[in-house]
C-alpha cells in the first residue's frame, strides 16, 4: 500500500536515526534492545466489557463502567484468546495477560469462593503454548455478595468470610499461573467498596479491609510463583464520598506488610498523576504494579494513547532504572470502538511511551540539572520531542515482524469481517 513506508525507506530512515542519536549519546540499538525486553501486561477486560464467563453472566457493578455497544465482544473464552492472538500478533514483543476470576471456564457455576486452578488450565494451556506470562485478579464485583457495596470492608462478617475465601482462592490460582508459566504472576486487589454519602464511621470499615487482608495474605506463597498486589482509589460511580481502600490506605498497607502497591492512572485526583509517585513508594517498596489507563475528566478508562501523562509515566520508569521493578499493567475498557484496535493501540501507545524514554538524551539531561542548567535542561527537553524516534519505532516493528505504522488497522478491518461481525 502506497500509504505505507517501504522496508527500504525504514531502514534509511533508522540509520540517520541512529546517527542523529549517537551524536547526543543514545545508543538507539542498546534502546530497542532495552525495550524488547519489557512485557507489558494487557488487560483480558478489554475483550467484553468486563463481563466474564461466569454463568449465569451478570451486570457490570462496582462503580465501573464499560460505554457503547460496538459490535463482536467476545462471548467465550476462545472468542476471547482469537481475539487476543490477533492483538499479540500486532504489537511488538512478548507480552502478559491480567485475568479476572470471571474469566473462568467451567461447564457449570462455580462460586467465587470456590474458583480452582482447574477452571483456569484452558488459559494456562493457552499462555504456555503462546509464551505469555499470567497476572490475576479476584473479581470482587458484578456479583450479588457485593450489591451492597461493600466486600471485604462488610461489617456482616459472612460477606466478608466469603470474599476473603475467594481471594485466597484467587492467590492459589496465581501460584498455579507462576508454576505453570515460570515468571511470577501478579495477583492484584481491588475491591469497590464505599459510600455514595458521607459516612459518620471511616475508621471501622478500613479496619474491617485490613483485618481482612491479613488474613488473605496470612498464607506465605513463594514470591517466585505469586506477587500479590493492593489497589487503591479515589471515588467510584455510587461510591462517590467515601472509598474505603483509599491510597493512604493501600500506601500503608504496602510498606507495612512488603506487598505490591497498584497505582492506577485514574485512580487520583485529575491534576494528580502517579508518575510523581513511583519514586517515592519504591524507596520502600521493592516493586510496583501500575495500571496504565486514560481518564478523561473523571475515572473514565479510556484508551491510553501517547499522553504528557503516559509519557511522564514512562519516562520515570526509565530514568530510575526501575524496569525490572515495575509491574506495567494496562487497565481500560472502552466499548464504543473495536475491542482489538483498542488494545492494540493502547498497548503500542505504552510501548512507543518506553521507547521515547529510553531513547532521552539522559546524561546530558542529568548533567545540566546537577549543574542548575535549568534552561538548558528545558531547551533539551523540549528538542527531544522532535527527534526522529518514530524511525526508530518503525524499525523496532519491522524488525519484530509486526505492522509498521497504523497498517495492523488492515488486519483488524478483516477480521472485524471474517470474525467479529459474526458475533451477534
Ligand atoms: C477499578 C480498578 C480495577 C478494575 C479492574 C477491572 O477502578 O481500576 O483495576 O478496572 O479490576
Ligand atoms: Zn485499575
Redo the contacts with the bound molecule.
Keep these: 500500500m502506497a500509504n505505507h513506508p517501504t522496508e527500504k525507506q525504514i531502514n534509511d530512515a533508522y540509520s540517520s536515526a541512529r546517527e542523529r542519536y549517537a551524536q547526543l549519546g543514545v545508543n538507539t540499538d542498546a534502546a530497542l534492545a532495552a525495550l524488547s525486553g519489557i512485557a507489558i501486561s494487557l488487560h483480558c477486560?478489554q475483550g467484553d466489557d468486563?463481563g466474564g464467563f461466569e454463568a449465569p453472566g451478570g451486570e457490570l457493578t462496582g462503580g465501573?463502567a464499560a460505554t457503547g455497544n460496538y459490535p463482536g465482544k467476545a462471548r467465550t473464552a476462545d472468542e476471547l484468546r482469537r481475539d487476543l492472538d490477533l492483538t499479540y500478533s500486532l504489537i511488538p514483543g512478548k507480552h502478559r495477560l491480567a485475568l479476572?476470576a470471571i474469566y473462568l471456564e467451567a461447564d457449570r457455576k462455580i462460586e467465587r469462593d470456590a474458583v480452582q486452578p482447574e477452571h483456569f488450565a484452558g488459559w494456562a494451556d493457552w499462555a504456555k503454548a503462546k509464551g505469555h506470562g499470567l497476572d490475576f485478579?479476584p473479581t470482587l464485583f458484578s456479583h450479588p455478595m457485593a450489591a451492597s457495596g461493600m466486600t471485604l470492608a462488610s461489617y456482616d462478617a459472612g460477606v466478608r468470610k466469603f470474599w476473603i475465601d475467594h481471594c485466597i482462592a484467587s492467590r492459589k490460582i496465581g501460584e498455579y499461573f507462576g508454576k505453570t508459566l515460570g515468571t511470577p504472576c501478579v495477583t492484584n486487589i481491588?475491591i469497590p467498596d464505599g459510600y455514595k454519602d458521607t459516612p459518620v464511621d471511616r475508621k471501622t470499615p478500613r479496619a474491617l479491609l485490613k483485618e481482612s487482608l491479613d488474613a488473605i495474605l496470612a498464607e506465605k506463597i513463594n514470591p517466585k510463583y505469586n506477587l500479590d498486589a493492593v489497589?487503591g482509589?479515589l471515588f467510584?460511580l455510587g461510591a462517590e464520598s467515601y472509598t474505603v481502600g483509599s491510597h493512604e490506605f493501600y500506601l500503608s498497607y504496602a510498606v507495612a506488610n512488603q506487598v505490591l502497591l497498584c497505582l492506577?492512572s485514574?485512580?487520583f485526583h485529575p491534576t494528580e498523576t502517579i508518575s510523581d509517585k513511583i519514586s517515592s513508594v519504591l524507596l520502600y517498596l521493592d516493586e510496583i504494579l501500575l495500571?496504565v489507563s486514560r481518564g478523561v475528566r473523571w475515572?473514565s478508562?479510556h484508551v491510553v494513547i501517547l499522553s504528557d501523562d503516559l509519557q511522564a509515566i514512562t519516562q520515570e520508569v526509565v530514568r530510575g532504572d526501575y524496569i525490572n521493578r515495575v509491574h506495567i499493567g494496562l487497565?481500560f475498557f472502552d466499548a464504543s470502538i473495536n475491542r482489538v484496535a483498542a488494545w492494540t493501540i493502547g498497548t503500542r501507545a505504552a510501548l512507543r511511551g518506553l521507547l521515547m524514554a529510553l531513547l532521552e538524551p539522559i546524561a546530558q539531561l542529568r548533567a545540566l540539572e546537577v549543574e542548575g542548567d535549568f534552561t538548558g535542561r528545558l531547551a533539551l527537553l523540549e528538542e527531544t520531542k522532535g527527534l526522529p524516534w518514530g524511525a526508530v519505532w518503525d524499525y523496532h516493528c519491522l524488525r519484530q515482524e509486526v505492522p509498521v505504522g497504523n497498517a495492523y488497522m488492515s488486519e483488524i478491518r478483516s477480521y472485524e469481517k471474517r470474525e467479529l461481525a459474526k458475533r451477534a
Design positions: 477486560w468486563v465501573i479476572h485478579n481491588w489497589e482509589k467510584g492506577d485514574g485512580h495500571h475515572d478508562d487497565d
